[in-house]
């Protein structure tokens, strides 16, 4: 049985496999009205990288935690791709789209970890 947090490490592995940048991991633990207990947020370069972040994701979220997102959504555009993991929201966005709804805002009170780019 994979805990919450080890998902959120595998989550966070695939999105580096891939070069995803500026991650942020969003801990909403105990705030009230969140509908997840983590947010895991980066960025790709273009929508072919968007997309392959998202395959990484789901192939390390299977074969390492044993899960998979029982929705994605925004797979056409790969402009901001949604993964909803349950406990997990997975969102990988274009540059240009983070900025515009800038969601690690949303929830000022959580506690926010930045996870350094590998290069």
């Given at each position: 049985?994979?805990?919450?947090?080890?998902?959120?490490?595998?989550?966070?592995?695939?999105?580096?496999?891939?070069?995803?940048?500026?991650?942020?991991?969003?801990?909403?633990?105990?705030?009230?009205?969140?509908?997840?207990?983590?947010?895991?947020?980066?960025?790709?370069?273009?929508?072919?990288?968007?997309?392959?972040?998202?395959?990484?994701?789901e192939d390390?979220?299977?074969?390492?935690?044993?899960?998979?997102?029982?929705?994605?959504?925004?797979?056409?555009?790969?402009?901001?791709?949604?993964?909803?993991?349950?406990?997990?929201?997975?969102?990988?966005?274009?540059?240009?789209?983070?900025?515009?709804?800038?969601?690690?805002?949303?929830?000022?009170?959580?506690?926010?970890?930045?996870?350094?780019?590998?290069?």
């Amino acid at each position: 049985m994979t805990t919450v947090k080890q998902l959120v490490e595998v989550i966070t592995q695939g999105i580096q496999e891939k070069k995803g940048q500026e991650i942020v991991i969003v801990d909403m633990q105990g705030i009230e009205g969140a509908i997840c207990n983590y947010f895991v947020i980066c960025t790709g370069n273009s929508p072919t990288q968007v997309s392959a972040i998202m395959d990484s994701v789901e192939d390390m979220a299977r074969d390492k935690a044993g899960e998979k997102p029982i929705r994605v959504v925004g797979e056409q555009q790969a402009q901001w791709i949604a993964m909803d993991y349950v406990d997990v929201m997975v969102h990988i966005f274009l540059p240009e789209t983070r900025e515009y709804y800038n969601i690690e805002r949303l929830w000022e009170d959580a506690k926010v970890d930045v996870i350094p780019n590998i290069d």
